[in-house]
C-alpha cells in the first residue's frame, strides 16, 4: 500500500472500495483516497473492467 504499507488483501480490497467515493470525514480516510486512486493495483482493476 503506498499509504500504509504492507497490509493484508481483504484491508487492501476495502480501502479500495472506500476510494470509489469521497469522504472527508477524517484525515485517515483522506489519505486513502488520494493514496488508493493513484494505486497500481485499483488502476489494473479499473482498466480490468472496461
Do not use: H, Y
Request: aromatic share 6%.
Amino acid at each position: 500500500c503506498p499509504a500504509l504499507g504492507t497490509i493484508p488483501s481483504n484491508e487492501c480490497r476495502q480501502w479500495r472500495r472506500k476510494a470509489d467515493r469521497f469522504q472527508g470525514t477524517n484525515t485517515l480516510r483522506v489519505q486513502m483516497f488520494k493514496a488508493c486512486n493513484r494505486c497500481p493495483i485499483k488502476l489494473r482493476e479499473k482498466d480490468n473492467s472496461k
